[in-house]
């Protein structure tokens, strides 16, 4: 049996080199930006609000020593809000570029610890497809990683099926992550964006990728869930009634309950039943420890809360914990 070190896949990161784009361009942009008195920048797109982005988003170190107090080995790094949707052709490819080259430098420092998950301007489909060949032979990169809808768009819309077909013949898997969610104004008490909105978005994202025939079309495309799955698991016996009793959804080549085990789940659900839940109905090879580092609703334990879970056997928790993204982010 090999054993490895525990990997994070879901690891916010804010090169300063991206940050200082947005401090740049944001402002002429829609952005409410300023820099939070010893805290670092903040900024504001539309309902999303981000930051301040300390040192732990940024500095290298800083998040080195986090790994270590959390016995994690590998953070898969990614983006966060607002990605790069926001501008427009050159600039959104010149910020995609940016950050995608600011992961292979992270990457270069700590070639052991530090790998990427590259962003893309997907609201630029052919942009994003040079940009999917260009970081693919970035050293370090693993994946990609889009959001959950792009300016409005869901994620079944022709016009991303070429950007699909690249990232499939990459052979590298494809990350999502919500970032503008469904019914904002309905969420914005409470923390509700955050709470309800994004394992929503993760489940409508989940829905047009097998509803749309993306995963038909595309079937050696990986795609990994954040936030195990959001609603997307938990609903999938009511998608699969629709996909019974309704002539519209019989296009796709198999039930709803298959199509769950095309997709990878990551821990971040902070309930061992739901946990349980992923490994029972979707399997302990689907399943991948995440943190959601460094946001405040992030994990501060994520090898603990797999290691010390009551119902899961070792085996399951090696998979999780490392096992499983040694493979699939080919490391
Ligand atoms: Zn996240």
Redesign the pocket.
């Known amino acids: 049996m090999t054993h490895y070190a525990p990997i994070d896949v879901?690891a916010?990161y804010f090169p300063q080199s991206f940050l200082d784009l947005i401090a740049k361009h944001g402002p002429s942009h829609g952005f409410e930006y300023k820099v939070v008195d010893g805290k670092g920048p903040q900024f504001k797109h539309g309902h999303l609000l981000t930051g301040p982005v300390g040192p732990k988003f940024v500095d290298l170190d800083a998040r080195l020593e986090a790994m270590d107090e959390q016995g994690v080995g590998v953070h898969a790094l990614?983006l966060?809000q607002p990605m790069v949707y926001w501008a427009d052709g050159d600039l959104a490819q010149g910020i995609s570029e940016t950050y995608n080259d600011a992961l292979a430098q992270a990457h270069g420092r700590h070639p052991k610890r530090l790998v990427g998950l590259a962003t893309l301007p997907m609201h630029e489909p052919a942009l994003a497809v040079k940009e999917v060949e260009r970081a693919a032979r970035l050293p370090g990169m693993r994946g990609f990683y889009i959001a959950t809808q792009i300016r409005g768009k869901d994620l079944s819309d022709a016009s991303f099926l070429p950007v699909y077909e690249r990232i499939e013949s990459s052979g590298l898997p494809l990350f999502l992550?919500?970032v503008e969610v469904i019914g904002h104004q309905r969420l914005a008490a409470y923390y509700l964006t955050n709470l309800l909105g994004?394992p929503f978005e993760s489940a409508i994202a989940a829905a047009h990728l097998v509803f749309g025939g993306v995963l038909d079309r595309f079937p050696k495309l990986v795609v990994c869930l954040?936030?195990a799955g959001g609603a997307f698991p938990w609903l999938v016996g009511r998608l699969n009634r629709g996909w019974e009793k309704r002539a519209d959804l019989k296009h796709v080549r198999h039930s709803p309950l298959e199509y769950l085990r095309r997709f990878y789940y990551d821990t971040?659900g902070y309930s061992d039943h739901v946990l349980e839940y992923l490994v029972k109905v979707i399997g302990a090879d689907r399943v991948l420890m995440?943190s959601?580092?460094c946001?405040p609703i992030?994990y501060e334990q994520p090898v603990k809360i797999v290691a010390d879970h009551p119902g899961l056997d070792a085996e399951a928790k090696r998979k999780i914990v490392e096992a499983n993204a040694y493979r699939l982010l080919k490391l």
């Open positions: 879901h916010h990614s966060s992550h919500p994004n954040p936030h971040v995440g959601d580092y946001f992030a």
